[in-house]
């Protein structure tokens, strides 16, 4: 999560909405975001909808404005990446 607050702007610039989603407690992500200064919303899906519907674990979708999914990376995302793959949309 740290590395997508490092490049928020350039996101940002890109017309990304950044969106981190677990099954951690809306507790926890704001006491996350707190912790780390997150300038980008947490999503807490708690009974897993979400993850049914993508994938369990680390995964970053790149999900353009009608709902297609462009790009899938699993494990830690690499920034250089994801805004390459952005600027192609």
Known sequence: MQAFQSDLD?????NAQVLGVSTDSVATHEEFTKKYGLKFPLLADDQGKIQKQ????RVTFIIDMNGIVRFVKNGVPDNKELLKELSKL
């Open 10 to 14: 350039r996101f940002d610039k890109l």
């Open 54 to 57: 993508y994938a369990p674990g």
